[in-house]
């Protein structure tokens, strides 16, 4: 019988699987068509067919570690400041989903540096995504939530506290459990809080 | 001529600053014999004889830069509040250097988070930084600058703060100049003054 374009898929989404699972517990130092092959069961001469150097291979897994990052589930709960702290909680580890997501990140660091086009795309990314949190700490500002300081310097430093977080629990996940991630942001967030109590107070 | 002690540490010097240079510009995934031995302007045989394979390369590599972080300059300006922020300023990349050392941490996480001894040792390392900082946060609340609060989730939360702002720093340093990141240092800590000021104001 002819291979249908199911199979196809099909076969796709294993060897996506197999990338997936060879950089979650390797690490992009250890993203070879030698472990993805026997990731997957297959020999390495069949993923040559889809991934003819390490080159394509890397550029694969890139794209893949995006669509997921951008397929991943969100917090939707409220707004203001609720939404500020849900777009916060959305990139922390606190589940082993986001845990391999953000293991796989932090691993594609070295070969993004390594490269200028994949470090300026990273910058982008990251200049995006401050860009979406500092729409949210304004929005957390009209209702008064949030110190009305630059909106930007507040997402800025927001989006280094939490990368920072990810590696130290990636590193320590018995000291960083997801409730005690939870907790240092709520502290993070209640000092932002104070701030803007202390400037009404004084002004 | 025999060749004296004074050549062979020479030559060792020699060898460290070019392990250095290639990690520095091309990151652990960079970092082979091949691109050693160019950088010096040597043969990778020469090579072998100080490191006879990949993986002590790499072990020598990490004890590299174990050593240049602990003979770093550090500031030493004051006590209380300002040490805490030269601890937080010394981890910072503001000067070439820095940026040198930081770039070869950053790209270090993905080796040492692909081996449990590694991991192991960085989390161990980390967690001694905390417990300096948590040292100065101490300090810093005895003399009534900081908020009473537990001083070891403040030293938890500004590590993460820093190490963040470290990886946006070496992504996009053109939006994150030095003034850059020592104005989101200052706002960070301010935040943390303000709340120290907002619990006495309702205590």
Chains 1, 2 share one sequence.
């Not at 030698?34 to 889809?50: I, K, P």
């Not at 927001?158 to 629990?169: D, E, K, M, P």
């Not at 000291?175 to 991630?181: G, L, S, V």
Request: aromatic share 6%; proline share 5%; with cysteine.
């Amino acid at each position: 019988m002819p291979r249908t374009k199911g199979d196809h898929e099909a076969r796709r989404r294993d060897v996506s699987a197999a990338v997936w699972q060879v950089m979650a517990t390797r690490g992009f130092a250890g993203l070879t068509l030698r472990a993805v092959a026997a990731e997957l069961g297959a020999t390495t001469g069949l993923l040559t067919h889809y991934f003819p150097t390490k080159r394509a291979l890397l550029a694969y897994a890139l794209d893949l570690l995006e669509r997921r990052t951008l397929a991943r589930p969100r917090r939707d709960a409220g707004q203001g400041l609720a939404a500020f702290r849900d777009a916060l909680l959305d990139i922390l580890p606190l589940t082993s989903g986001a845990t391999d997501s953000n293991r796989v990140w932090v691993s594609s660091w070295d070969a993004a540096l390594c490269d200028p086009a994949l470090t300026a795309d990273y910058a982008r990314k990251y200049a995006q995504g401050r860009e979406r949190l500092r729409a949210r700490v304004a929005a957390a500002q009209d209702l008064g939530e949030l110190p009305p300081g630059d909106p930007a310097r507040i997402a800025a430093s927001a989006q280094s506290f939490v990368l920072g977080l990810v590696v130290q629990a990636l590193f320590d996940p018995s000291a960083f459990p997801p409730e005690r991630q939870v907790e240092l942001l709520d502290g993070y967030l209640a000092a932002l809080t104070a701030e803007a109590g202390s400037d009404r107070g004084g002004g």
